[in-house]
């Protein structure tokens, strides 16, 4: 059998909630790193189930840039004043 390697650019959008931005901006990496065995196993067994006959053996992600802030302060809830 064949072995092949491809290199897919991605997009994720990381929602972290935090004190300050700077160490939710400090965490995000920590959600990027490469899917474990388990994992692998599983997308390789639903792969088969469903007749693609190919097995994952390995996927790494390369963080490239740092983390871009979308939105800030989104889940602070609003003060309602009563009258």
């Not at 400090?26 to 792969?47: R, T």
């Amino acid at each position: 059998m064949n072995e092949y390697v491809f290199e897919v650019k991605l997009r994720a959008v990381v929602r972290v909630r935090a004190t300050e931005e700077d160490v939710a901006r400090k965490v995000v990496s920590s959600v990027l790193g490469s899917p474990g065995s388990l994992e692998i196993e599983l997308a390789n067994q639903n792969n088969a189930a469903v007749g693609r006959p190919a097995t994952v053996t390995d996927v790494d992600f390369m963080q490239e840039n740092d983390p871009r802030l979308l939105k800030g302060d989104i889940a602070q809830p609003q003060s309602r004043s009563r009258v």
